[in-house]
């Protein structure tokens, strides 16, 4: 009789459940658990015979109860000024995008959370794929593990090229708590990427209890998608602002901020979007929202996609906006659009989705057209490998 034994992946186990892996599982050491974080992490080794010090007797033991596998790329692109796209196809037949960005001496990983995401925003494309499911702290931490393993070169000791990493591609991370928490504990932790808190940045729409739950479990860098300074228009954009509005949202997030020790802000994210969020006295509105809430604003021209129904601002109207803010005293920074050869605009990842659950109005109007997402996406794909 065969015994077929249900193996752990260890890619997405941060040091605790490692320690515990290693000693209550398997009764071993406990600096085990180290030795194994750093070869996965530092040196992105996936198999088990190549951590060569680790006993063979250990490392049969491990083959047997244990594996790390990392998610599976089936689309990569390095663009010429240094973006780099994968597509990662997870198991179940959605595929998320992950997208790095480097500017001066920073490189920023696009990661996402989710396949798909539930929250229905009307300017998001995720949003309008609708939710599938979420992804495992190994499906998390690994879009990481692909792109530092993507620059290693055999015998070299290798560079960081990741030094940031912001939770801003699909998905809600705050509905996914406990495996983006896992995730971003991996990516500050020593043993494995060693990112300091302030260069790990997660975003959310504002999942208000999730705030104060993320308060008592870590101290990473929170960035709020905003959107629109009043409740009214905030609730046709992000429709969560429905049940938790801006004035309890900001609670949440200067409780968040208070506590630290450091002089952190939290970066307000804007989508600008032409005609709808970008008015001259919604700049001054929102000069007015945020008085009481430390601050950095990132205004995101919108990244239009088919079917969407909005369109960006122009540039002018982007400098209006962003100047009164400016005048107001505000630290005000408008997003670089890059990577545009290979779509790769952070905040914009389309992915593909095998949506299992709603699907809005435009993008039934979508389907009705022949212009799925998934189309869109298979033929942006084809193109991309041509
Ligand atoms: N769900 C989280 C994180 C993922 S979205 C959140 O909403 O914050 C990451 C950022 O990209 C958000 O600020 C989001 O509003 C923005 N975004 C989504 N679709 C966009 C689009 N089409 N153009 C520009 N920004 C977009
Ligand atoms: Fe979800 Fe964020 Fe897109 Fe809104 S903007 S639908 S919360 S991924």
Known sequence: MTNTVEKVNLLGMGLESMQAFFTETLGEKRFRAVQVLKWIHHRGVDNFDDMTDVSKALRDKLKLVAEIIPPEVTFKKYSKDGTRKWVMQMPGGSAVETVYIPEGDRGTLCVSSQIGC??????CSTGKQGFNRDLSSAEIIGQ????ARSWDE?????????TNV???GMGEPLL???NVVESMNLMMEDNAYGLSKRRVTLSTSGVVPAIYELAKV???SLALSLHAPNDALRNELVPINKKYGIEETLKAVNTYFDRLPDKR????????????????ELAHELAEVLKNTPNKINLIPFNPFPNSGYERPSNNRIHRFRDILQKAGYNVTIRKTRGEDIDAACGQLIGQVNDKTKRSVRFIDAVELGHTAATVASKRTNRNTI
């Open 166 to 168: 912001v939770m801003m």
């Open 144 to 147: 990481l593990w692909v792109a």
């Open 218 to 220: 870590t101290d990473v």
């Open 176 to 178: 996914n708590f406990d």
């Open 118 to 123: 539930a929250l229905d925003c009307s300017f």
């Open 265 to 280: 802000v939290c970066t307000i994210e804007y989508t600008m979007i032409d005609q709808v969020n970008d008015h001259p």
């Open 154 to 162: 055999p015998g070299k000791k290798r560079d960081r090229h990741v």
